[in-house]
């Protein structure tokens, strides 16, 4: 049931705890199209309006600037905010942030202050019929990210948020949607959602709220809803600028070796990034093929680079000894309360980075055939890992303060 009583409205049904993803992978049999589509899964041109999900997020915000690059499409972001004013300040924050901000497009940007953990994405029913009317596309990128969150905490936001979504999707028009799920997810074929992922892995709280909203989507799917399931790797920073997010693992494994001036001696394991200018460009250009190239495409490097090898580039920049695996996750925990709280974060994924230390962690395998070319054509394949992107992420990193000068290390 959904309350008429606006953006402040408390979402009613089950609770968060003990909240069960079998059933919440059920799409409410009232979430389904009542008329044709304006059109296949694209092309966004100049007469359509696209709403974008998740806009302040990392991906968001670049899928944001491609839109209003390679489009002369309106683009509507769903805010979580009081205002429209407050929703325009924050998306105006963050794409300064990764050096996106362009005055000459911003008038084509229509913030929405709303919710995705709410009713009717925290609108009033004159807001809901007013956005369902105007909109085209759907590009639903929004969602709660957390490393060792539980599935309950994440429920609200990346579950019933995309139902939400999906139900806007099917009110007065049908409108296309494109998905941005994970790369972490299993792959079957014949089953594009899969089987949900083992408990106690990492991150298994964040994947498995995916895996059910996946199955939301591929559920209005099979009603006639157009979809598309887009599921990046784990994704860096601008292929140019190096700006990238600050709260990823590996990024923060990496301020932790510079902070602690002491990187752990590896040999086999990998890490994976595809640049985030290049995940948007893939993303839209799905949206501008006449046809889904299939149910889910992944965007995933498909090439890698030794953890070795990218801690050498490190260690160019910032005085770094090698130690023992073991004894440099010791340093890393006994460290956590030091440096004016610059290692919390990386100390709660110690888990993590023994499996990325011992090789158990390896970057995900998806179907490369559903790869960025078949996503959108060979002008967006995966550039490969070099010195370069990853100095460009340095200096990234260097000049917002994440990591310290190279000349002056950060103070014990």
């Not at 409205?9 to 304006?38: F, K």
């Not at 860096?236 to 602690?260: E, K, M, P, Y």
């Not at 070319?373 to 992420?393: F, K």
Request: net charge neutral; charged share 20%.
């Amino acid at each position: 049931m959904i309350r008429e009583d606006g953006p402040g409205a408390a979402r009613t049904g089950p609770v968060r705890r003990g909240a069960d993803p079998g059933a919440d992978a059920l799409l409410d049999p009232d979430i389904a199209p009542t008329a044709s589509p304006v059109s296949a899964l694209g092309p966004a041109g100049s007469d359509r309006r696209v709403l974008l999900t998740g806009a302040t997020g990392f991906l968001g915000a670049f899928l944001l600037r491609e839109l209003l690059d390679r489009t002369g499409a309106d683009v509507w972001c769903l805010v979580r905010a009081d205002t429209p004013q407050h929703a325009r300040h924050r998306l105006q924050q963050t794409m300064r942030r990764y050096l996106l901000w362009d005055t000459d497009t911003a008038a084509r940007i229509v913030p929405i202050a709303g919710d995705l953990t709410r009713p009717r994405l925290g609108l009033t029913a004159r807001q809901w019929s007013r956005l369902a009317e105007r909109v085209d596309v759907v590009q639903h990128s929004g969602a709660r990210v957390g490393h060792v969150a539980r599935y309950e905490s994440l429920r609200d936001a990346n579950v019933l948020g995309t139902a939400e979504v999906l139900r806007l999707a099917c009110a007065d028009h049908v409108k296309p949607v494109h998905f941005v799920s994970t790369a972490a997810l299993p792959t079957d074929p014949a089953d594009p959602a899969g089987e949900p992922p083992r408990p106690g892995t990492a991150g298994a709280g964040y994947v498995l709220s995916k895996w059910v909203a996946e199955r939301l989507v591929h559920q209005a799917g099979a009603r006639g809803v157009p979809v598309a399931v887009y599921r990046p790797g784990r994704i860096g920073g601008h292929s140019v600028t190096g700006a990238c997010q600050l709260d990823d693992a590996i990024w923060n494994f990496v301020r932790a070796v510079v902070l602690l001036g002491a990187a752990p001696e590896v040999t086999g394991s990998r890490v994976s990034f595809m640049p985030v200018d290049h995940v948007a460009r893939a993303i839209v250009r799905g949206q501008a093929a006449d046809a889904p190239a299939g149910p889910v495409r992944h965007l995933l490097d498909p090439s890698g680079m030794a953890l070795r090898e990218l801690l050498g580039y490190v260690a160019e920049r910032f005085p770094v000894g090698l130690v023992p695996p073991e004894v440099w996750l010791t340093r890393l925990w006994d460290a956590r309360h030091g440096y004016d709280g610059a290692l919390t974060r990386a100390s709660l994924l110690l888990a993590s980075y023994r499996a990325l230390l011992d090789g158990t962690a390896q970057p995900p395998v998806g179907n490369v055939g559903g790869s960025p070319g078949g996503a959108g054509g060979a002008d967006v394949a995966c550039p490969p890992m070099d010195g370069g992107s990853i100095n460009a992420h340095l200096d990234y990193f260097e000049s917002v303060g994440f990591l310290p000068s190279a000349a002056a290390r950060f103070p014990a």
